[in-house]
């Protein structure tokens, strides 16, 4: 038979670690593990968030900032509104300088674009170019933003008091609107 002894037996030869010694075989091996791990003594551990994953391609190559408030319109649903500003603030590219100076836009909500002409006459004009002008928000914004065009005349004057009022009838109010 072989001269060694069995495990269990008294001629062990293996010493036993004390609690200590243990503890700091076990604090040695996490100290590599956190150090292969790439962390540092002191290092708060980093939470994953949703944009440190990641991309699909493999690559953590920097993201422009074209793309990424592309990116935050579309996750917070901010697109249309977006797009309604934009329409607003291009309404003289959209329709040209002669149309737009004479009509503005107002308001944009639910899809419908909200258009006040400086007289009634405008207000015609504009009411036979919708499709034309539909048609051109569509080409510079985009499509399915403004899904309807409401244009609006001249605000009329107040006739309630003053010299002009009129008690009875409509009185001068009858070539407004």
Do not use: C
């Not at 949703?50 to 917070?76: F, S, W």
């Not at 009634?120 to 985009?142: P, V």
């Amino acid at each position: 038979m072989t001269d060694q002894p069995t495990p269990g037996e008294k001629g062990d030869t293996e010493p036993e670690l004390d609690p200590l010694d243990a503890a700091r075989e076990a604090l040695s091996r996490a100290r590599l593990a956190a150090r292969g791990k790439g962390l540092r003594p002191g290092q708060q551990p980093r939470v994953r968030r949703k944009y440190d994953i990641p991309r699909d391609d493999g690559g953590r190559d920097p993201v422009g900032l074209a793309d990424q408030m592309e990116r935050l319109l579309v996750e917070r649903g901010w697109r249309v509104d977006v797009a309604a500003g934009s329409v607003l603030a291009k309404w003289p590219q959209i329709v040209g300088p002669d149309v737009a100076s004479h009509t503005h836009a107002t308001g944009f909500e639910d899809g419908v674009l909200t258009v006040r002409a400086d007289s009634t006459a405008w207000r015609t004009q504009l009411s036979y170019m919708t499709s034309t002008i539909l048609a051109q928000i569509e080409a510079e914004i985009g499509a399915d933003i403004v899904t309807e065009l409401r244009i609006l005349g001249p605000s009329a004057p107040s006739w309630n008091r003053g010299l002009r009022k009129v008690h009875g009838g409509r009185g001068p109010r009858d070539t407004y609107g």
